[in-house]
């Protein structure tokens, strides 16, 4: 494949290529009108379905709930604790995605007269998913219907001592699933392995999942004419939840998923949640919120609830009705944020200098007695990052048991190797999806899992790191680094996982200017060829070979700058600026 501006080899150490397509006309840049038409394009829309991409909606991209395996079944049973007043119990996961899952079902119950309870495990003494303890503990307390969300799809004791207390259990799930199933009275998840057409579905957060869920026991209340004399809650205004939660969960913002995000944006403009609105007041956010504020300020502070809090925070805060509430909340988790990102460094700062010790095993293990379980999957997030290859972080307690949880890279199914390891004895429990994984086990085993899983994934990553090439979406000039062009750019969005923010190529350009600031962000301004300036910024990357070349290249050497255009908005200003994410010596 031709590299890009002749990039074979970047200061990062990787090839340019031009994103989905191959032409030599990308050199030349794009005209405005047609820059969006080439964002679609080049994220694999076909020239007949771009309409429908453009501006993605919920009608355009919903399937009938009725293709998922399970799902007849299981809005038929809530539709009958629904006309029963039964006393139902929502029983989510720890995790953002599980407090929003759980939210939506609960929200939408109450809109239909119930009053349904929420139970979220606590993360430090339950551990994650449904154990068969607490199924019994809510059966005996008088539920007559359970219905996990984000969990449950390996949950086979415990859903085995549900059964045994009469109680039904529906699951909601989007976790990878074994041959076999746990007994439950429905299991809705995509990734079943008997799924059929569902499966296209299979990026799917939970919260998606529970969505359609809700569109399928609305539909059959509606066909039994429960709506003839009561209004019918609109499913639409919860689709904040199903943004945040899919967005915070890093699932693919593909198809129904980036419509999702797009609409649910729109909903959570409204202000519609005061728990959100709250939360966004409290992260400092005074604008309309978006799709990073998504991942990066508010899914944080929810999740720092389950993280080193406590865990139905989340949940509590998205149900809530009354705003004092909502705010004593919210800086509560506020708080547990900071106090998470503290435990978050300590842990990082410990894990990477075990990391070099290790060698270049294909996928990064680290095991540290004492570390908070809280902060592994963040921790793990981060190693990946720096590392370019799959990373879990085990946090061991007292007892030689360790709680892991895994980061992967594309092209790498670490969920699918974390079951085999279970299967073959090496996990007292595991699952997960492609990108991310969870795990329990016993210290004595650590050994070898990190022999299992180099031997399985030795190929896997050899491959997606050999194909690893830093992808570009426009080449400009340094005066093209204009609002006008982060504008033209962001209508292309929502971006996030699976649907890449565009990257531009700035220049040739010489540094004019540049220092470090913050906790080692290298700060350029640049001139090009055109005469014009920029601002210029890369985060965190003072010590690495990118920001070592920055600062020392001086005024007469010229660069390629790769990065993401933005608005710097800092101090209410309104200018382009650059985020670079490599550079190219251009000469």
Same mark, same amino acid.
């Given at each position: /494949? ?10 990062l ?6 994103r ?10 794009f ?5 969006? &038409? ?13 309409e ?17 395996r ?9 539709a ?29 119950l ?14 430090l ?18 539920? &007559?219907?359970?219905?996990t ?8 004791e ?28 429905a ?47 609109k499913?639409?205004?919860l689709?904040d ?13 593909? $198809?129904l998923?980036?419509a ?13 949640n ?23 300020a ?32 919210? =800086? ?15 842990? &990082? ?11 270049n095993?294909?996928?990064a ?9 809280g902060?592994? $999957?963040?921790?793990?997030?981060r ?21 892991g949880s ?16 279970k299967? /073959? ?13 969870g ?25 997606a ?5 830093l ?29 890449p923010a565009?990257?531009?190529? =700035? ?6 200017k ?6 080692g ?29 920055l600062?020392?290249a ?14 710097d ?16 010596w251009?000469?």
């Amino acid at each position: /494949m031709t590299p890009a501006l002749s990039v074979t080899r970047s200061i990062l150490g990787q090839p340019w290529r031009w994103r989905g397509l191959e032409t030599d006309q990308r050199d030349a840049g794009f005209a405005p009108d047609d820059l969006v &038409t080439q964002l679609l394009l080049a994220r694999g829309v076909s020239r007949d379905a771009l309409e429908q991409h453009r501006v993605p909606t919920i009608r355009g991209f919903m399937p009938d709930p009725s293709i998922f395996r399970d799902m007849d079944i299981a809005a038929e049973r809530l539709a009958a604790a629904v006309l029963a007043g039964e006393p139902v119990t929502v029983f989510g996961d720890y995790d953002v995605d599980g407090a929003t899952s759980a939210a939506l079902l609960i929200r939408l119950l109450r809109g239909l007269g119930l009053a349904p309870q929420a139970y979220i495990p606590d993360r430090l003494m339950e551990g994650y998913g449904p154990s068969g303890e607490a199924l019994v503990k809510i059966a005996r307390g008088g539920a &007559t219907l359970i219905v996990t969300v984000d969990c449950g799809a390996q949950a086979f004791e415990a859903l085995e001592m549900a059964a045994a207390e009469n109680v039904d259990v529906i699951v909601v799930d989007h976790h990878k699933c074994a041959t076999e199933l746990p007994k439950a009275f429905a299991l809705v998840n995509p990734n079943r392995l008997d799924e059929t057409e569902g499966a296209a579905h299979g990026h799917l957060a939970a919260v998606g999942v529970a969505f359609l869920l809700g569109a399928a026991l609305l539909r059959n209340l509606r066909a039994r004419g429960w709506f003839a004399d009561r209004p019918e809650p609109k499913l639409i205004d919860l689709l904040d939840l199903v943004a945040l939660g899919t967005v915070a969960d890093v699932a693919q913002l593909k $198809g129904l998923n980036r419509a999702f995000v797009a609409q649910g944006l729109k909903v959570m403009a409204q202000g519609r949640n005061i728990g959100l609105t709250a939360l966004a007041r409290a992260a400092g956010l005074v604008k309309a919120v978006t799709c990073t504020d998504l991942g990066f300020a508010l899914g944080p502070r929810i999740n720092a609830g389950g993280r080193v809090g406590k865990a139905d925070l989340g949940v509590r805060l998205l149900t809530t009705e009354d705003e004092a509430e909502a705010d004593q909340i919210a =800086a509560e988790l506020n708080r547990l944020n900071e106090e998470r990102r503290a435990i978050e460094s300590l842990v &990082t700062e410990a894990a990477e200098l075990l990391v070099a010790a290790q060698g270049n095993r294909a996928v990064a293990v680290i095991s540290g007695e004492g570390w908070h379980p809280g902060v592994i $999957g963040i921790v793990a997030s981060r190693l990946k990052e720096k590392l370019g290859r799959p990373a879990i972080v085990i946090a061991v307690d007292g007892d030689g048991v360790g709680k892991g949880s895994g980061r992967s890279i594309g092209g790498v199914d670490l969920g699918a190797a974390v079951l085999a390891a279970k299967d /073959m004895g090496l996990l007292v429990a595991g699952g997960g999806h492609a990108m991310a994984a969870g795990l329990t086990i016993a210290a004595d085993k650590i050994d070898a899992l990190i022999e299992f899983l180099d031997e399985r994934l030795a190929a896997d990553v050899a491959r997606a790191r050999d194909d690893r090439a830093l992808l570009l979406d426009a080449v400009l000039s340094a005066g093209g680094v204009a609002p006008a062009l982060v504008d033209a750019l962001e209508a292309g969005g929502p971006y996030g996982a699976g649907w890449p923010a565009p990257r531009v190529a =700035a220049g040739p350009v010489r540094i004019i200017k540049v220092d470090v600031v913050g906790n080692g962000h290298v700060r350029a301004v640049v001139a090009g060829e055109d005469g014009r300036s920029i601002k210029t910024i890369a985060f965190r990357q003072a010590d690495s070979a990118l920001g070592q070349a920055l600062l020392g290249a001086g005024p007469h050497r010229r660069l390629w700058l790769a990065g993401r255009a933005r608005i710097d908005t800092w101090n209410g200003g309104t200018q382009a600026e650059l985020h670079i994410d490599d550079a190219a010596w251009a000469d």
